[in-house]
């Protein structure tokens, strides 16, 4: 064991006066072994291995540390009014069994109210920046002490030590492992108020930096270092500034680490299916014009509501295989759609529970239903969205002749059937120019044809298979001439839609339901 330096009893009370025991050993660069121990075994090794005495050195202070115990666990906000006899300056805190405990603790309960299920879990840390701070100088401190040789490398990582130190806690309280792909994950973040109020600002205006928060991207997206300050803004401004003057920044520095928030996520969970609307006054999403609501519900509500509901999810995203009109039905096997579910609490849902969700959409009301709801996979959520162009989609269109028809009109109405794979050219719809940029699009009318007649001969139902993103009124009724060549040239008469149903959209989705 390369552990032996000869000290005094004098240096070894300063040395427990100024650092943890655990930020002793580690400033000593010692082994993994030892810096795993509880403090009372640390202090232990060290008489064992140099001088027994060392442990009464120890429990002179030990009786002060206690104290801050106590400040800690009543710490309810005002800790920087709090006095307390002992800091270690080297880790604030962070790595002593007190602090440790507590941490795990507040992991523990945070989890359990929040009622996640999950099987394994990852912890994200944000700890205070002024912890590079401390430990420069406390490296400093440590050769002053100890003298030059004793501090030969550089010591283990503050930030290194309190993750190996919390995880086999927190997987102890949590009684589930630990694993770097779980889809459950828990940040912590530690801080430290009174550094962030009198030492950062000091570093702030001695960087040339800019010390607005990078766009650096967190593996788990939704949660955060709270401070908005980067590590590498803080590691910069550390290296333009003495030992000196980071020492007389942090001397004032006499409270503890603190334990800020503790932030749950669960990655999302996607849901899929399909969905028919039986009404012609149901929008596929909230319909707002100008900031005010315009109907009351929406298919995506009638949906996403009772998905979220059992997921017990924060939020969700609605997305789909193209969208209808507001006044238009869709019938047949209905239209794919996707929920995404953000942050659920619940997210293994049996499919038998998936089940009763799908019939409590469906019971809530006779203008849509769902159908094949299922818990899909990422890769297969990407699926839904390929190939979106090639697609074909099916229409029944109700439509009429503005005057009563001449017989040839009829009859080039009932010529259409001989029309396939048309090609029309479509400027963009005056009825979503506000929305869409202007374009022309080619789309192409895959067949039309005629399903019947009102008695007059003045209504009649078409059947169309397109392309999909073919604009149907329009094609119907031309637009103005924005899209040709359409119906109205085709039966050489002015014509107008009356009613329109998506009669089928052709993907496999969710999996294994056409
Ligand atoms: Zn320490």
Wanted: glycine share 4%; net charge neutral.
């Amino acid at each position: 064991m390369q552990f032996c330096f000869e000290m005094d009893q004098e240096t070894w009370k300063k040395a427990f006066a100024t650092f943890c025991p655990r930020c002793v050993v580690r400033l000593f660069c010692h082994d993994w072994k030892v810096l795993k121990m509880s403090e009372k075994d640390i202090v232990n090794f060290l008489a064992e291995n140099n001088d027994e005495q060392i442990e009464t050195s120890f429990l002179e202070i030990e009786q002060r540390r206690s104290l801050q115990v106590t400040e800690l666990q009543n710490g309810n906000g005002d800790e920087m009014n709090a006095t307390t006899d002992f800091l270690c300056i080297s880790c604030l805190g962070i790595l002593m069994t007190p602090f440790l405990e507590d941490c795990s603790q507040k992991v523990a309960e945070t989890v359990a109210n929040d009622n996640y299920t999950f099987n394994r879990f990852q912890c994200f840390y944000f700890l205070p920046h002024q912890l590079f701070v401390s430990d420069k100088v406390s490296q400093d401190t440590a050769k002053q002490l100890f003298g030059v040789n004793a501090v030969e490398n550089e010591a283990h990582d503050v930030k290194e030590i309190f993750k190996i130190l919390m995880e086999p806690l927190v997987t102890a309280k949590l009684k589930v492992p630990r694993s770097i792909d779980a889809n459950f994950e828990i940040a912590i973040n530690i801080s430290h108020r009174e550094a962030e109020k009198k030492v950062l600002p000091v570093m702030k205006s001695k960087s040339p930096r800019s010390f607005t928060h990078g766009k650096g991207k967190h593996p788990a997206k939704r949660l955060k270092p709270l401070d908005g300050v980067s590590i590498a803004q803080v590691k910069h401004a550390i290296s333009k500034i003495s030992v000196e003057e980071l020492r007389e920044m942090s001397s004032s520095l006499s409270q503890p680490c603190k334990v800020e928030a503790i932030q749950l996520n669960h990655s999302s969970v996607y849901v899929g299916g399909r969905y028919n609307k039986y009404s012609r006054t149901l929008p596929q999403t909230p319909w707002i014009i100008d900031g005010k609501r315009k109907l009351e519900n929406s298919v995506q509500e009638f949906l996403g509501g009772p998905i979220k509901d059992a997921f017990r999810a924060d939020g969700y995203n609605f997305s789909s295989s193209g969208r209808e009109d507001v006044d238009v039905r869709m019938l047949g096997t209905g239209r794919p759609y996707l929920i995404e579910l953000i942050n659920p609490r619940f997210p293994s849902v049996p499919q038998a529970k998936i089940l009763e969700i799908e019939k409590k959409i469906n019971e809530q009301t006779s203008d849509i239903s769902s159908s094949g709801l299922q818990i899909v996979s990422k890769t297969d959520c990407k699926r839904l969205k390929e190939g979106e162009e090639e697609k074909t989609k099916s229409y029944y269109a109700l439509c009429r002749f503005i005057h009563p028809p001449r017989q040839t009109q009829l009859e080039k109405l009932g010529q259409l059937k001989d029309l396939t794979d048309v090609e029309i050219k479509q400027t963009t719809p005056v009825r979503v120019l506000h929305r869409r940029p202007l374009a022309v699009r080619i789309r192409t009318i895959h067949k039309i044809s005629l399903r019947g007649f009102d008695d007059n001969k003045q209504f009649f139902k078409l059947e169309l298979s397109t392309q999909a993103g073919t604009y149907i009124k329009e094609f119907v009724h031309s637009d103005f001439g924005r899209t040709s060549p359409s119906l109205r040239d085709f039966v050489d008469a002015d014509v107008d839609i009356i009613e329109l149903d998506v009669q089928s959209v052709d993907v496999v989705w969710p999996p294994g339901f056409k």
